[in-house]
């Protein structure tokens, strides 16, 4: 999810999604161990299918990532160790009713920005690791009114009882998967619905 979050820089989440087969076959599965390995002047060829996707400055800044991801790797265990300890391997639910209030930022993006920076990675500034967060369930920004908010939020009986009645005292009416895309707009209600990042498909 890294590598499509920080996409978001050239593409809109809807043209990522249509070319996320793409992206699967041009990252190798999204192994960081192939990546990492990847010949750069073959891979960031005019006629590499990777040419199609990003600027060559964004494919460079892949590679070496795959290569800083596997430092990361090797001394937390897994990138998703490394990533769910910052929120204490619970997600953050936003609870918010309106798309205007959910954060493009947070304080919690900013500490992982500048820790993933710190340990030599490129492109990981704070909207990018916060759209990482949101798309791989750190961050649960469903608004109430979406479907996909009790999905995510019901994770302990406190998590229930707020779902319940919204955070405000009231139950939110719910739309279906129909609606929730004009309502909600978070990439798993627009085509993409990752689990908790695991080792092999950490960069994507």
Known sequence: MLVLSGALAEMAWPAI????????????????????????????????????LLSEHRLRIIIENARELLKV??????????????????????????????PLRTAKADAISQDLM?????????????????????????????????????????????VSDGGHGEKPALVNDQEVSKVCGLVQCVGLEPPRATTVISIS
């Open 17 to 52: 999604l249509s070319k996320r087969d793409t992206f699967r076959e041009v990252f190798m599965e999204f192994d960081p161990l192939l990546v990492a390995k990847l010949n750069e002047k073959k891979f960031l060829g005019p006629r590499s299918p990777a040419s199609s």
């Open 73 to 102: 790797i090797e001394e937390f265990g897994s990138f998703d160790s490394y990533c769910w300890g910052f929120v204490s391997n619970k997600p953050l639910v936003g609870r918010f009713r309106h798309m205007r209030e959910v």
């Open 118 to 162: 710190r340990r030599g990675f490129r492109g990981v500034g704070p909207t990018v690791v916060y759209a990482f967060m949101q798309a791989v369930g750190m961050a649960n920004d469903h608004l109430v009114t979406c479907y996909r908010f009790e999905e995510c939020c019901c994770t302990t009986d406190d998590d229930a009882a707020a």
